[in-house]
């Protein structure tokens, strides 16, 4: 493993109790970071913060959290830079796929449900992060969006779309803040193999993996590795730009 070097920073990785989330959180750990766990979980979180390398500036934390709830948002990012002095990290893992369906036949609750985790969460999520960076003039925000918001899944509109929108919230922020110490980038993989694929039809699964030229799914730690050099000083240059991690999959 490459050492990219965090330390002394503080980050938030929400959704990170599972999955992609916990393999990000355990990544940048070990380069040092304090990380805060936002999950629905609080008792998975809590745990999994205890799991992390441990960092000399203090504890791991985990917070059950919903990312839904703006208050509690606002309110969290705030606790975050008062206890450990800096928001420097966020990075958006929490998300649903939402049921596999046809657009005509999609529930329109379901749509509201996805929408509402993965588009809202991931905009107070951003929003109250910014605020709190802007306190020491730094920052680095990475969006876990998918290939799905570029090409589009059938029988996945919602999701499809959520991510979509979560490339252009990325691309707007990252505009907005550029002349400031504060980058804004997005991770779009192709399909990773995680609990979330409970939530799929196999027939999605395997229309997923046909897709992907290299003719497997991604592996967590993979995405980990460029979520945590997107965290570091080091993606200096770069910002509002979209990452792809799609076992050569994308096509722009």
Not at 166 to 192: D, Y
């Amino acid at each position: 493993m490459n050492h990219i070097d965090l330390a002394g920073r503080s980050a938030v990785v929400t959704g990170g109790a599972s999955g992609i989330g916990l393999a990000i959180c355990q990544r940048l750990a070990r380069s040092g970071a304090r990380v805060t766990l936002w999950d629905r979980n609080g008792p998975a979180a809590i745990e999994a913060a205890a799991a992390l390398a441990p960092v000399p500036q203090g504890a791991h934390a985990g917070l059950a959290l919903d990312v839904t709830d703006e208050p509690a948002v606002s309110a969290a990012a705030v606790e975050v830079r008062a206890r450990t002095g800096s928001l420097d990290i966020l990075v958006c893992s929490a998300g649903i796929t939402g049921p596999n369906a046809t657009t005509w036949d999609y529930d329109p609750q379901a749509w509201r449900d996805v929408m509402d985790l993965n588009v809202n969460g991931v905009f107070y999520c951003n929003r109250a992060a910014v605020r709190e960076m802007m306190h020491n003039d730094y920052g680095r925000i990475i969006n876990i969006a998918s290939i799905a918001g570029k090409d589009g899944n059938p029988n996945a509109s919602a999701y499809s779309a959520s991510k979509a929108a979560v490339i252009g919230l990325t691309k707007s922020l990252g505009k907005e803040t550029a002349r400031t110490g504060i980058r804004v980038n997005c991770v779009t993989p192709a399909a990773v193999r995680t609990a979330i694929f409970d939530q799929m039809s196999q027939q999605h699964i395997d229309f997923m993996l046909s897709k992907i030229p290299m003719a497997r799914f991604g592996l967590t730690d993979e995405v980990a590795a460029m979520v945590a050099w997107l965290a570091s000083v080091e993606c200096s240059f770069s910002t509002g730009a979209v990452f792809d991690l799609s076992g050569g999959r994308a096509v722009y």
